[in-house]
């Protein structure tokens, strides 16, 4: 699609959208829809359908979503099935029903079972039981998947579906209780510099293996999808190697400049043993990533440091 299509970036102040719209103005599109919360409730779905009846964006990129790490999953459950279902459901119905031409719906690698085959096919979607501290959102996820199918299948609606690996980047929540496990050690580990702490605290064991791509990478390929992929089958965008939390903590004290050492608290969750997807759909499709998780770390680092005073949690 050419660079005036009109397009809706749901979810502009997030990781991911945000991401994607920077992507955007760089490819030169002009035409970008954006909505803060206090302008649009994307859980009303009177103020949604009012919304695109009004502005019928051609393209619609749904990275709107309430998102957060184990603990903040582990303990808020309704709030991440009931906001997750809602807003989707909105969207979704909304875009078909007002002429969007194409739907880009932003999942998660948790929709796969806890035990699933490493790296994870796209198709072991719904063969074994959940990873329990994150069913609610995975449910949810999997529930966005399936409309996207359903309304494809029924009626001709190009909504694709992206599963993507753990993300960080610029723009990531740090909060200590609500973040996933990279922004969180990046200021934990910063904290403990400034602090000349002897040790950093990191959650469970430290076996658990996570594949971490960067948040631009990730948005450079739902730009890529948009425009060269249209099909019924959700592709998955990683990295293609994963990691230790062990290692993965030992990589971000090294880049913050952190000299203690390292303590593991067993009694938080694990959560999954591994999650590292099998990208050969997306690799056929023509993308691959480019940043390293060394690169993006200290990307990610120096965008904590110019913005921590106006970080709010
Ligand atoms: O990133 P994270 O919260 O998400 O945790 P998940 C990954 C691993 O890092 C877990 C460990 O084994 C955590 O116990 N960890 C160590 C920490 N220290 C910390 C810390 O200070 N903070 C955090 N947050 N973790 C999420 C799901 O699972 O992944 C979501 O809950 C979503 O639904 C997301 O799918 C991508 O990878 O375990």
Request: include cysteine; aromatic fraction near 8%; charge should be neutral.
């Amino acid at each position: 699609m050419d660079a005036t299509a009109k397009v809706f970036v749901a979810g502009h102040r997030g990781l991911v959208g945000g991401a994607i719209v920077r992507r955007l103005q760089q490819a030169g599109h002009r035409n970008l829809v954006l909505r803060s919360r206090s302008d649009l409730d994307l859980t009303s779905q009177a103020a949604v359908q009012a919304f695109f009846a009004q502005e019928r964006p051609q393209q619609v990129y749904l990275a709107a979503a309430k998102v957060g790490g184990i603990l903040a999953n582990d303990t808020r459950p309704a709030e991440f099935i009931h906001e997750n279902l809602v807003i989707q459901s909105n969207i979704i119905d909304a875009a078909y029903r007002n002429g969007t031409r194409k739907l880009l719906f932003l999942g998660s690698s948790c929709i796969y079972p806890k035990h699933a085959p490493q790296p994870i096919p796209e198709d072991c979607l719904l063969t074994g039981p959940l990873e329990p501290t994150n069913e609610w959102y995975a449910i949810a996820k999997i529930a966005g998947l399936k409309t996207c199918q359903a309304y494809r299948k029924q009626y001709g609606f190009d909504a694709i579906c992206v599963m993507p690996t753990n993300l960080y980047g610029p723009g990531d929540n740090f909060s200590l209780t609500s973040s996933h496990v990279l922004p969180a050690l990046i200021r934990k580990f910063s904290e403990a510099t400034s602090a000349g702490a002897k040790e950093v605290e990191i959650w469970g064991t430290g076996t658990p293996r996570r594949e971490f791509l960067h948040v631009d990478d990730l948005a450079d390929a739902c730009v890529y999808l948009m425009r060269h992929y249209s099909d019924i089958q959700p592709v998955n965008v990683g990295w293609g190697q994963d990691v230790s939390i062990a290692d993965l903590a030992t990589l971000v004290g090294r880049t913050v400049g952190f000299e203690g050492s390292l303590r593991f608290d067993t009694s938080k969750p694990d959560g999954a043993p591994r999650k590292l997807l099998d990208t050969a759909r997306l690799t056929a499709a023509g993308w691959r990533p480019s940043i390293t998780l060394e690169e993006g770390v200290r990307d990610t680092v120096a965008w904590y440091r110019q913005n921590v005073a106006m970080l709010r949690d």
